[in-house]
């Protein structure tokens, strides 16, 4: 008899469950058991937002093991994640198991771990608790309003703004961010502004720079010097004075350490310093957490990752200052622990900051043990989190101003690092540029009175820069900051950004495409409200208070969507000509720039006399002429990435570069199955029929995968599929990842298991192939060998039920039979008696004999379509004759034919 312990993921369960041993069975649910159904009345405002809840085929089937795992213990230990999504599954598992009667007799506990640590776990199924209902309501909560948000908003978007595709609470104000910084940069106006830099020396010979910043005795503000005239007149004044040192001021500055990571911080610097976006440090950091094989023992490696506070365990500080004193000495070691706080929304989803659970786990001893992706992300949160219990930097600055008698000022500032501190093992990337330059800024010594020496005296031209485009990593920032969304949502939102081609990357930072410019218009013009920052951010924190147990979920969905209702109502009388007009006054200026010789930017260039303007057609936006129908002229608006991609490779191909090792053009084409790469090109034509012709190596792009935009590393890594990922650690064999028919597919031995839309095939790694394996395994039984050959026998789960597979031959099990119960001798038994030959898939084996003998495949098809009629019996002898006469010419077609797309695919 053993305990049931439910955790999310199978790698998990496997780490806790060799902390716990043989008294507990742990199981994992693989995330959420139930959800939502997408479709309109599963939440219903006017029954106190009652909600219906649905489970896939995945969740029920992990519920089931749960509910029979039960009935061999006593007690049900709910260890999922220790946030607000975390419980919300230990809820929906209780709650199906409940409803199938599975737990009487059976005590249900929650524990949660902020690492997975043999102490952690065992600590805290020491000390269980009951399930937090507040923290389960503001899940409901957000859930509901979510909900009611995409499905009342998005249907809106629809009918009033075709094209669109949909709207989110969160979605539509980081959507309004991006748009609004671009609105400014088209807005911005570079401003001219001069300045003077005097080269300069010392009564030694010691040269070094100075700025002018007063003349005539005058600061000299940015734009004081606008133009060449009078930056000249500037710098002759200064050319024609005699410099003298005035003054000198030195003083130490000290710099204190960054606190260790929080989810927003991470995605930050691990854009900034590793080039991750936001979903892809998260999924490592999910890898790291749940754990990695360390030297024979299963390990999580770092703290939880989805967290807000910055705050560490008492003992963690102590062995991290116990590990400084020892690497770096007494003299990087502060005389007091570091303590950090923050100004958490909510205290009961503040956990602490994400460090390394034991910092006796250097980089450099672990990277043996990790993927070079897991390596990297460990070695910045190891770093960080040491080097937050670590001395502060310390600078020696001098400012010198120097003087002439027309009471012109230049000025030198310097900077001496004079002890480096934490800098000695970690910097933050903001302010990396700025050590470098005050490090290399050293002023010559000099005492007051020196006279000095001109060498050079210039004056430079600068332009004023617009607003940078937001990155990844900015974009959070700014959120955060905002207090829009949570550490949890940061990374799916962002994901939805770009999946539903709002925005688009472009050198790492984010650019509106013209449909998400749209959708934030009509949005602002007619909802304005409800992407709103302050109100977004309002609406955080009563759900934070929801959280807290101190506001009522169902009197804050009341309000909300009293309001909401009745702003959704108000459109419904909206004309197209007023969306129109409101799109047209917000964007305007975007779709129709200023010219340059300052004629009218909307006269149709067709007929010369129709205004242009934004028109709104079935299939979304274009600019059309206002004398339509006389004038047709129509004009398409800056397509999404992905539909540009598309209308530039329609004519041929895109050259991305060399393959640095054979030289080779690596390109992206469109062909009749899709975009795909290929090194180099077919070789001519040859004379010689029986030459072997080899094609050139190609690869299908997967899904989410631009033409336009990817490069020439991420097309020759897929021309190197498959790729080995490692070793399975428990069976030994090894795993890959390549890109088949049906998509990005992790493969071992005979075991095929497709990737998720998130997942990158050039970056997955050996965990989440374990996790994604044993889904697929958890779908076929192994029966043993087959008495006569030795070879396996497998049963399957199929598309039309179980069925039993030795070799190529396939029979569907009875139905009165389950896959659980049937045995190796039933299975040899209904394999002889009802075993088929499997068919290939549809079109392989068509292709395969076109290829080579195309007359016998004729022949075969005809021959079986005769059989298959009995009245043609006689008729049988002739058939295969005729057959071979109608595809005699055809036998030709396969040398020339073009090859098909889906061989390069696969």
């Given at each position: 008899?053993?305990?049931v312990?439910?955790?999310?993921?199978?790698?998990?369960?496997?780490?806790?469950?060799?902390?716990?041993g043989?008294?507990?069975?742990?199981?994992?649910?693989?995330?959420?058991?139930?959800d939502?159904p997408?479709?309109?009345?599963?939440?219903?405002?006017?029954?106190?937002?009652?909600?219906?809840?649905?489970?896939?085929?995945?969740?029920?089937?992990?519920?089931?093991?749960?509910a029979?795992?039960?009935?061999?213990?006593?007690?049900?230990?709910?260890?999922?994640?220790?946030?607000?999504?975390?419980?919300?599954?230990?809820?929906h598992?209780?709650?199906?198991?409940?409803?199938?009667?599975?737990?009487?007799?059976?005590?249900?506990?929650?524990?949660?771990?902020?690492?997975?640590?043999?102490?952690?776990?065992?600590?805290?199924?020491?000390a269980?608790?009951?399930?937090?209902?507040?923290?389960?309501?503001?899940?409901?909560?957000?859930?509901?309003?979510?909900?009611?948000?995409?499905?009342?908003?998005?249907?809106?978007?629809?009918?009033?703004?075709?094209?669109?595709?949909?709207?989110?609470?969160?979605?539509?104000?980081?959507?309004?961010?991006?748009?609004?910084?671009?609105?400014?940069?088209?807005?911005?106006?570079?401003?001219?502004?001069?300045t003077?830099?005097?080269?300069?020396?010392?009564?030694?010979?010691?040269?070094?720079?100075?700025?002018?910043?007063?003349?005539?005795?005058?600061?000299l503000?940015?734009?004081?010097?606008?133009?060449?005239?009078?930056?000249e007149?500037a710098?002759?004044?200064?050319?024609?004075?005699?410099f003298?040192?005035?003054?000198?001021?030195?003083?130490?500055?000290r710099?204190?350490?960054?606190?260790?990571?929080?989810?927003?911080t991470l995605q930050?610097?691990?854009?900034?310093k590793?080039?991750?976006?936001?979903?892809?440090?998260?999924?490592?950091?999910?890898?790291?957490?749940?754990?990695?094989?360390?030297?024979?023992?299963?390990?999580?490696?770092?703290?939880?990752?989805?967290?807000?506070?910055?705050q560490?365990?008492?003992?963690?500080?102590?062995?991290i200052?116990d590990?400084?004193?020892?690497?770096?000495?007494k003299?990087?070691?502060?005389?007091?622990?570091?303590?950090?706080s923050?100004?958490?929304?909510?205290?009961?989803?503040?956990?602490?900051?994400i460090?390394?659970?034991?910092?006796?786990?250097?980089?450099?001893?672990?990277?043996?043990y990790?993927?070079?992706?897991?390596?990297?992300?460990?070695e910045?949160?190891?770093?960080r989190a040491?080097?937050?219990?670590?001395?502060?930097?310390?600078?020696?600055?001098?400012?010198?101003?120097?003087?002439?008698?027309?009471?012109?000022?230049?000025?030198?500032n310097?900077?001496?690092?004079?002890?480096?501190?934490f800098?000695?093992?970690?910097?933050?990337?903001?302010?990396?540029?700025?050590?470098?330059?005050?490090?290399?800024?050293?002023?010559?010594?000099?005492?007051?009175?020196?006279?000095?020496?001109?060498?050079?005296?210039?004056?430079?031209?600068?332009?004023?820069?617009?607003?940078?485009?937001?990155t990844?990593?900015?974009?959070?920032?700014?959120?955060?900051?905002?207090?829009?969304?949570?550490?949890?949502?940061?990374?799916?939102?962002?994901?939805?950004?770009?999946?539903?081609?709002?925005?688009?990357?472009?050198?790492?930072?984010?650019?509106?495409?013209?449909?998400?410019?749209?959708?934030?218009?009509?949005?602002?013009?007619?909802?304005?409200?409800?992407?709103?920052?302050?109100?977004?951010?309002?609406?955080?924190?009563?759900?934070?208070?929801?959280?807290d147990?101190?506001a009522?979920?169902?009197?804050?969905m009341?309000?909300?969507?009293?309001?909401?209702?009745?702003?959704?109502?108000?459109?419904?009388?909206?004309?197209?000509?007023?969306?129109?007009?409101?799109?047209?006054?917000?964007?305007?200026?975007?779709?129709?720039?200023?010219?340059?010789?300052?004629?009218?930017?909307?006269v149709?260039?067709?007929?010369?006399?129709?205004?242009?303007?934004?028109?709104?057609?079935?299939?979304?936006?274009?600019?059309?002429?206002?004398?339509?129908?006389?004038?047709?002229?129509?004009?398409?608006l800056?397509?999404?990435?992905?539909?540009?991609?598309?209308?530039?490779?329609k004519?041929?191909?895109?050259?991305?570069?060399q393959?640095?090792?054979?030289?080779?053009?690596?390109?992206?084409r469109?062909?009749p199955?899709?975009?795909?790469?290929?090194?180099?090109?077919?070789?001519?034509?040859?004379?010689?029929?029986?030459?072997?012709?080899e094609?050139?190596?190609?690869?299908?792009?997967?899904?989410?995968?631009?033409?336009?935009?990817?490069?020439?590393?991420?097309?020759?890594?897929?021309?190197?599929?498959?790729?080995?990922?490692?070793?399975?650690?428990?069976?030994?064999?090894?795993?890959?990842?390549?890109?088949g028919?049906?998509?990005?597919?992790?493969?071992?031995?005979?075991?095929?298991?497709?990737?998720?839309?998130?997942?990158?095939?050039?970056?997955?790694?050996?965990?989440?192939?374990?996790?994604?394996?044993?889904?697929?395994?958890?779908?076929?039984?192994?029966?043993?060998?087959?008495?006569?050959?030795?070879?396996?026998?497998v049963?399957?789960?199929?598309?039309?039920?179980?069925?039993?597979q030795?070799?190529?031959?396939?029979?569907t099990?009875?139905?009165?039979?389950?896959?659980?119960?049937?045995?190796?001798?039933?299975?040899?038994?209904?394999?002889?008696?009802?075993?088929?030959?499997?068919?290939?898939k549809?079109?392989?084996k068509?292709?395969?004999?076109?290829?080579g003998?195309?007359?016998?495949?004729?022949?075969?098809?005809?021959?079986?379509?005769?059989?298959?009629?009995p009245?043609?019996?006689?008729?049988?002898?002739?058939?295969?004759?005729?057959?071979a006469?109608?595809?005699?010419?055809?036998?030709?077609?396969?040398?020339?034919?073009?090859?098909?797309?889906?061989?390069?695919a696969?």
């Amino acid at each position: 008899m053993s305990d049931v312990v439910v955790v999310e993921s199978p790698a998990k369960a496997k780490t806790i469950n060799k902390y716990l041993g043989d008294g507990y069975t742990v199981l994992a649910s693989f995330g959420h058991v139930r959800d939502l159904p997408p479709k309109d009345g599963s939440v219903r405002p006017d029954q106190d937002f009652a909600m219906d809840w649905e489970s896939d085929e995945r969740g029920s089937r992990q519920v089931s093991a749960i509910a029979k795992s039960i009935k061999k213990g006593t007690t049900l230990y709910l260890a999922t994640d220790p946030d607000r999504e975390g419980e919300a599954i230990s809820w929906h598992v209780r709650a199906m198991l409940e409803d199938r009667n599975a737990l009487k007799g059976v005590t249900v506990h929650r524990v949660t771990f902020n690492e997975i640590t043999r102490n952690a776990v065992t600590a805290a199924m020491a000390a269980p608790r009951e399930l937090d209902q507040p923290l389960i309501e503001a899940y409901l909560a957000r859930r509901a309003l979510d909900y009611l948000v995409g499905f009342t908003l998005s249907p809106v978007l629809w009918r009033k703004l075709p094209g669109s595709r949909s709207a989110g609470r969160v979605q539509s104000v980081a959507l309004r961010l991006v748009c609004e910084r671009e609105a400014e940069i088209e807005a911005f106006r570079a401003r001219e502004y001069w300045t003077i830099e005097a080269l300069l020396s010392t009564p030694a010979g010691a040269p070094f720079t100075a700025r002018l910043t007063h003349l005539d005795g005058l600061k000299l503000e940015q734009f004081d010097l606008n133009n060449a005239a009078t930056a000249e007149a500037a710098r002759s004044r200064v050319q024609s004075g005699a410099f003298a040192v005035s003054t000198i001021e030195r003083k130490r500055v000290r710099r204190n350490p960054m606190p260790p990571f929080t989810t927003s911080t991470l995605q930050q610097e691990a854009s900034r310093k590793l080039g991750y976006g936001a979903q892809q440090t998260m999924r490592i950091a999910q890898q790291l957490y749940e754990g990695a094989d360390v030297g024979g023992e299963t390990v999580g490696l770092i703290t939880y990752m989805r967290t807000d506070g910055v705050q560490i365990a008492r003992e963690a500080i102590h062995a991290i200052r116990d590990h400084v004193g020892q690497a770096f000495g007494k003299d990087y070691l502060p005389g007091a622990p570091r303590e950090y706080s923050t100004k958490a929304k909510n205290a009961q989803e503040a956990h602490e900051a994400i460090r390394p659970t034991d910092v006796q786990r250097r980089p450099e001893d672990v990277v043996r043990y990790l993927s070079h992706d897991q390596a990297r992300l460990y070695e910045l949160i190891w770093k960080r989190a040491v080097a937050s219990q670590m001395a502060q930097a310390e600078f020696d600055q001098v400012v010198v101003d120097m003087k002439d008698g027309a009471r012109n000022v230049l000025r030198a500032n310097g900077s001496l690092l004079a002890f480096d501190g934490f800098l000695k093992l970690y910097r933050e990337d903001r302010d990396d540029q700025a050590d470098e330059d005050d490090e290399s800024r050293v002023l010559p010594p000099m005492t007051e009175g020196d006279p000095l020496g001109q060498r050079e005296i210039k004056a430079s031209q600068h332009f004023t820069q617009p607003p940078p485009r937001y990155t990844e990593a900015s974009l959070v920032k700014k959120m955060e900051e905002l207090g829009i969304g949570r550490p949890s949502t940061y990374a799916s939102t962002l994901s939805v950004l770009r999946d539903r081609n709002y925005v688009r990357l472009d050198a790492k930072r984010l650019v509106p495409e013209d449909r998400g410019r749209l959708v934030t218009a009509f949005l602002s013009s007619f909802f304005n409200r409800y992407v709103d920052y302050s109100f977004t951010a309002n609406l955080e924190e009563k759900l934070d208070e929801i959280s807290d147990g101190r506001a009522d979920w169902r009197a804050v969905m009341r309000a909300f969507w009293h309001d909401f209702s009745e702003a959704v109502d108000q459109t419904k009388d909206l004309k197209i000509t007023d969306v129109i007009n409101a799109l047209d006054d917000d964007l305007g200026r975007h779709f129709f720039p200023p010219k340059d010789d300052g004629s009218d930017p909307r006269v149709c260039p067709a007929c010369g006399t129709g205004r242009l303007g934004l028109k709104l057609g079935r299939h979304g936006s274009f600019i059309g002429c206002s004398n339509y129908p006389t004038c047709q002229y129509t004009r398409r608006l800056a397509v999404n990435a992905g539909e540009e991609g598309e209308e530039t490779l329609k004519e041929g191909m895109r050259l991305l570069g060399q393959d640095p090792e054979t030289k080779e053009d690596v390109s992206v084409r469109r062909g009749p199955y899709g975009l795909y790469v290929q090194l180099g090109e077919p070789p001519p034509p040859s004379t010689d029929k029986k030459a072997k012709k080899e094609k050139p190596k190609r690869m299908s792009l997967p899904r989410g995968m631009d033409g336009e935009t990817i490069t020439l590393d991420q097309a020759l890594g897929l021309l190197t599929l498959p790729r080995l990922i490692g070793l399975h650690p428990e069976t030994g064999e090894p795993m890959e990842a390549a890109i088949g028919r049906f998509g990005p597919y992790i493969k071992m031995g005979a075991v095929y298991a497709s990737l998720d839309k998130d997942d990158d095939v050039l970056a997955v790694g050996a965990n989440r192939a374990v996790d994604l394996l044993a889904k697929k395994l958890a779908s076929v039984r192994s029966l043993g060998a087959h008495p006569k050959d030795g070879e396996g026998i497998v049963v399957k789960k199929g598309r039309f039920g179980p069925y039993a597979q030795h070799g190529k031959i396939v029979a569907t099990l009875p139905r009165t039979v389950s896959m659980d119960d049937i045995t190796l001798d039933e299975a040899v038994t209904l394999l002889a008696e009802k075993g088929k030959e499997l068919k290939p898939k549809a079109g392989m084996k068509g292709k395969t004999a076109a290829r080579g003998k195309a007359k016998p495949a004729a022949k075969a098809t005809k021959t079986a379509s005769a059989e298959a009629k009995p009245k043609a019996e006689p008729k049988k002898a002739a058939a295969p004759k005729k057959a071979a006469a109608a595809k005699k010419p055809a036998a030709k077609k396969p040398a020339s034919r073009k090859p098909a797309r889906s061989e390069a695919a696969d």
